[in-house]
């Protein structure tokens, strides 16, 4: 864990979820996205910050829910938008199924 973050508290998520159909938003609005990323406070599944309508960080705008984690294959990385600093949180369980992004090329 982090001694940069100090919003390790916020975090209620600890097990991800087993599969999603892609960025929550982006499912609604019938948009594309790139990579996946979901809230460690409420589970909101938004696309990352290559992707056109950059999800994740919107959501965060809207909730201030200050810490991500991504859920692409292979990665395990944790991002806190009030400190600015990425990390790995232990004791986040599970891995997630996710549909190829649209915009992979």
């Keep these: ?21 892609g960025c929550e938003d982006c499912l609604r609005e ?10 460690l406070t409420c589970g909101h599944v938004g696309c990352c910050d290559s992707s056109p309508n950059r999800h994740a960080t919107a959501h965060h705008h809207a909730t201030s829910h200050p810490i991500i984690r991504s859920i692409e294959p292979g ?5 806190c938008y009030v400190d600015e600093v990425a990390f790995v949180l232990h004791g986040i369980r599970g891995t997630t199924r996710i ?6 090329f």
């Design 75 to 79: 990665e395990d990385w944790s991002w």
């Design 30 to 39: 019938g948009s594309k996205w790139l990579h996946l990323r979901v809230c």
């Design 99 to 104: 549909p190829p992004s649209p915009l992979a």
């Design 1 to 21: 864990m982090s001694e940069l973050c100090i919003h390790l508290d916020e975090v209620t998520l600890h097990e991800l979820p087993a599969s999603v159909d």
